[in-house]
């Protein structure tokens, strides 16, 4: 049993890589790679290939997952697969029980340009709080079909939840742009641009 002490120092990504092996199916590095892109992509992280087979590389150090090579069925290259260890999924259990929550880091570029929206002039404040809400909702429509595609298996409930949260906040973040259109153009009325 793993407890506190011997949980290793991984970062974040690991256990988010962890994390996903933890639903006890073998995945490839583009499993792992495509069901990230669809629920971690989201709200956390969105990797490269190559960063999601330095971080499984990883875990298969600490012994927190095995891999294993598979023949293809077709094509002509093996491929390797993923499973998490028991030490694994020990780990990943202590370090989401016990691990501190970081917050929540917000660096937002429609933003960080509506703070400096004194050196634009409003139509293009416009144009960028409109792609962002554009995108907003892009996004927000993903995550909502993400959610339909998980599924009813049980061991997805949580991750059906975490889909649930990111189609409202994406929808929050378009209500957002939303406002702030509305904002400006309140501000615009009261004070001209020279």
Known sequence: MVDDETVPGLPATSWAVLGLLSFGRELSGYDVK????????LFYWSPSFSQIYGELKRLEKTGYATSRLVAPETGTRDKRVYRITDEGLAA????????????????????????????????????????????AESMRLRAEADGADAGTDEAWAYPRLTLTWAERYYAAERDLADAMLADIERLEKERPWP
Do not use: C, F, N, Q
């Not at 495509?34 to 992509?41: E, F, H, N, V, Y």
């Not at 370090?95 to 660096?107: C, G, H, I, Q, S």
């Not at 570029?109 to 960028?128: A, K, Q, T």
């Open 92 to 135: 990943v259990r202590t370090w989401a029980r016990t691990a501190p929550v970081d917050p929540p880091v917000l660096k937002h570029g429609p933003m960080l340009r509506l703070w400096l929206g004194h050196l634009l002039e409003p139509e293009r404040m416009r144009e960028i709080l409109a792609g962002h809400r554009e995108y």
């Open 34 to 41: 495509k069901w990230s892109d669809r629920s971690l992509g």
